[in-house]
């Protein structure tokens, strides 16, 4: 159980010379920070100039340095999925089709959002399996949180692309914690501008899924889904919560829909936390007309520890998601990491 000190009890039989046989000590192990970049993640992305560029990881991690928060986590190289692993959520014609696309580098993975580039099949792989990598490390102890700067691709489909995401590492990730981990009950919480349909439609008659995602009205945003009615079908009925914002809500309007995220994790405790915190909810964007500043995203991710100290011995893997403004994403995203450490007191 993490103290309030943000340490992790553990318990370990160690081998002391000159120790009483089996005796039990206990000590305390910080909540390393693992925070995963490196040239093959920055790789995803859509050529220079393109919103969703691959210069986002490298603007982010600049900040990071600039705010010396760089040397307060533990950074990882980025690892490639298995061909299996993606199967755990996507079909294998369309993962063929990936594999086959980036080989021509041409056409388009979806119906004219998502194109083609040589090298996207493992580019795609890299995001997944770097994620993967995030939870083994979460669920064996060797991080507390952890946070993929590249990731949280969550609109693709389990057999198609759509809207920037080729894999769909929020629902590989899911199933991984269920089968490899043997986890049941995973919350998702997203608070990127756009609806996360690609996890919510896969998973919306399943009761264990516990969703959460704040959004822009898809009245006026792609995907156009997500409406306050969607609360999940069959037995997974009121285990989602799709909160639409209306456009230009700020922090003021963040901070008033928030409660009945953590009311739903309250009635729905997981085993496992993940927080997709898209940048483009940040005023600003290119592509969206949300209002928050970076505060919201640290309210988020600060409530959520705190909920995954409570709940699930800390568990919690942050993904960045979207954010098409470089500076917003640079401040969403390093005020996530900052929420993430453990606090220096006590
Ligand atoms: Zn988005």
Known sequence: MPSPNGSRRVD???PVHG???????TYTLPMTVRVYVGEALARYGFGEGHPFGPDRMGVFWQRMQQTGLDRRVRASEPVSASRDDLLRFHTRAYVERVEAQSRTGSGYLDF?????F???YEAAATVVGTVLAAVDAIMDGTAGCAFVPIAGLHHARRDMAAGFCVFNDCGVAIEYLRHRHALSRIAYVDIDAHHGDGVFYAFEDDPHLVFADLHEDGRYLYPGTGAAHETGTGEARGSKLNIPMPPHA???EFR???PAVERLLERYPPDFILLQCGADSLAGDPITHLAYSEESHRHAATRLRELAGRYC???LLALGGGGYNRDNLARAWTGVVEAL???ETG
């Open 19 to 25: 120790s009483p046989p089996g005796r039990l000590y």
């Open 313 to 315: 011995g800390g568990r």
């Open 341 to 343: 450490l453990p606090d």
């Open 12 to 14: 370990r039989l160690l």
């Open 118 to 120: 040589p090298g996207v």
């Open 112 to 116: 004219g959002d998502t194109p083609a």
């Open 250 to 252: 700020g922090d003021a």
């Open 256 to 258: 008033d829909a928030w």
